[in-house]
């Protein structure tokens, strides 16, 4: 059932920079061997590939190109509605495209709103609080110790080991410097000291397919507690990833309920991945939902669903399939060379 097939995406190489950017500007973005995998992973189902990078000349190029329908993997490049920026053109065109419309995608990037709807729908979430400037201290009524981040980034962007903080002093310090580093409101959250899992679901509505959950560990012998996954850990390798994790039946099935919850509490479409985390009393508490989740080589999503026996190449023509079905795609009658 080929088609012809844009592939939005972002490029690591092409990220804007100031000059005085963090070390991890760059890190939601793609390589040029992710893109390339998913083409051609594309192409083996007989579909033609047009190639579409992030950039304002999207709709032209989707003019010329007739394209039936966009495997989008964009993040747009600035603000917490970026995610959304490719996904609303592509509707502007009357063009399907895969996973989740520009509300769900802006929603679930700005996480104290993520956590809002989680709250009122009665997932449970740690209590936070949003900082936006100095005068926001005051009005911070958390218990130590306290995780910051920036609101609106993703792929451990603006996290540090230095983002568990123990007192007022950590606290001022570590939120000032993401507030100048990053520029966007900072989210507080009550630290959970437990273990740290992530769940890959495929589907729509109420037929989901919930993959295996993953548990992310140290390779060090070191406490949940005292394990953050952070920048560093990332970018040195001192994680490792066990799938299925090593957890009792009825903590795996309150895991993959909260992400499940979590998946059509924000009304996600074909893919998500959620991040999941146990208190000191070994329960587990919704952490953020990614409703645009990497697909490189390395990526979380594509390892818990190769644990589901589902290869990289499967994945990518479910995903496809999914978008292709929701948006009443016809089948060709004849394979595009």
């Known amino acids: 059932m080929p088609f012809v097939v844009g592939l939005a995406y972002n490029l690591k190489k092409d990220c804007p920079r100031t000059g005085n950017d963090p070390e991890d500007i760059a890190a939601e973005y793609e390589e040029q061997s992710t893109v390339n995998r998913i083409a051609k992973a594309l192409r083996a189902k007989g579909h033609r590939v047009v190639r ?44 399907p495209y895969t996973g989740s419309d520009p509300l769900t995608l802006s929603l679930a990037l700005d996480k104290s709103l993520a956590k809002m709807v989680m709250k009122a729908r009665g997932i449970p979430t740690p209590k936070f609080a949003v900082v936006r400037n100095e005068h926001d201290f005051p009005k911070i009524n958390l218990k130590f110790p306290i995780f910051i981040k920036p609101a609106y980034e993703g792929s451990s962007k603006g996290i540090r080991d230095s983002c568990k903080v123990d007192d007022q002093d950590q606290l001022r310090q570590q939120v000032n410097w993401a507030l100048n580093t990053y520029h966007q409101p900072i989210l507080l959250e009550e630290f959970l000291p437990g273990r740290e899992f992530t769940v890959g679901i495929l589907g729509n509505h109420d037929d989901l397919q919930v993959f295996p959950v993953m548990e992310i560990r140290p390779k060090k012998d070191i406490s949940p507690e005292g394990f953050v996954y952070s920048y560093e850990t990332k970018s040195q390798n001192l994680e490792q990833f066990l799938c299925p994790a090593p957890i009792p039946k009825a903590l795996e099935r309150k895991i993959k309920s909260i992400a499940v919850r979590a998946f059509q509490a924000l009304e996600c479409r074909d893919m998500a991945r959620v991040d999941v985390r146990l208190d000191g009393n070994d329960s587990p508490f919704f952490l953020e939902i990614n409703p645009l989740p990497g697909l490189s080589s390395v990526s979380l999503f594509p390892l818990t669903a190769l644990a589901a026996g589902i290869s990289f190449e499967e994945l990518i023509d479910k995903i496809l399939m999914l978008a292709a079905a929701r948006a009443n795609l016809r089948i060709r009658e004849e394979a595009v060379l």
């Open 52 to 95: 579409l990078p992030y950039g304002a000349d999207i709709p032209s190029r989707l003019k010329r190109s007739h394209v039936d329908i966009v495997f989008n993997i964009a993040e747009g490049w600035d603000g917490r509605n970026r995610e959304a920026h490719v996904p609303a053109i592509l509707e502007i065109c009357g063009v």
